[in-house]
């Protein structure tokens, strides 16, 4: 007998980011975040789990490539899992007993996992959900968002569509620490995003490394949990629930550079932005100068790529300066197809600066908010 469920998940960008852990296992933070979801069309990873008694292994193909079961955090999941598995079988005599049996995994992504996009939290939300959903598991979202928090910290927020938090929690065994909703996509259907792929490569130092020297050695690093991420927790929500973009764009902003602040503040330091980011941010500046007010926000997670949110409604002038900057850039305008209606930036001297930045860049997504992980058929 052989059991097939699948399910795809999207990934996920931080506007509060997490950065730091009381607990190395369980991946529990040493702050609350907060995140965006973005549209599986462009970005998600599908995995198919199957389970069989004739199976010999748990075995992983990500990619198309056989990957060996021997990452802890992949363990750890797999265990919780058929744990509640067990549990329902042990109160249900009628249920096959599958808790025990082995799984084959087959997971891929849609994007190229070396553009340095999150793809690891994509990956084990759609584990979770792909496993859960063979095992017909009753779990909500915020309670598998546990599991999938133990593979990757920011895998849990990938668990639902929309705006999302996750909150630290205070419990040693990391029961309170979990990710809920903070508003539907329909909540705010006119947010838009625009990432602007820096790199191909793997980054310089991993999340999980960059973060320990950080909490070890950044001084930075303390007032930045206490004194500044408590407050701005409170108000990125309200700013989502109140959809005040400004306000929403301003605390984004704020937290990615307080981010690389304490990467730069660690002991050696840790450089995640490069001359191409630093370039973006300028640009984004300029763009928000020239407005009079915040029509668009930059993030930067731990590599050079730049996603950037902004309104519909400002959709023509944040799309005209990065087509006027970034037209030369093939890949990802060629879907787009509103060009003869941005905003012209022709004739300002003051772009001049930003003439050479687009070599830096390799690709351009535009995307919207999304869903969180849906059941398939696809196999
Ligand atoms: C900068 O979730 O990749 O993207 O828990 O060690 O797997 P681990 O780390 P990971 O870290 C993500 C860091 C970040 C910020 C964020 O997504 O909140």
Redesign the pocket.
Known sequence: VVYVASSTAPVNI?TL???GKRDKIL?LPTNS?I?VTLCQDDLRTLTTASTSDLFENDQLWLNGEIHSLTSERTIMCLNDLRMLRKRLEDNDPLLPKISTWKLHIVSENNFPTAAGL?S??AGFAALISSISKLYQLPQSASELSKIARKG????CRSLFGGYVAWEMGELDNGEDSKAVEVAPKSHWPEMKACILVVSDHKKDVP??SGMQLTVNTSDLFQYRIKQVVPNRFIEMKNSIIEKNFEKFAELTIKDSNS?HSVCLDSYPPIFYLNDTSKMIIKLINYLNEKNGKLIAAYTF??GPNAVIYYLEEHESEVLGLLYKIFNKVKIGWENYKNLNKLSNFDNIAELETFDEIYKGVSRIILTQIGDGPMETEEC
């Not at 990757?152 to 895998?155: E, K, R, T």
């Open positions: 931080a980011k997490y950065w991946n975040s995140s999150a690891s939290a990757s910290g920011s895998a999340s999980t981010f997670d731990a």
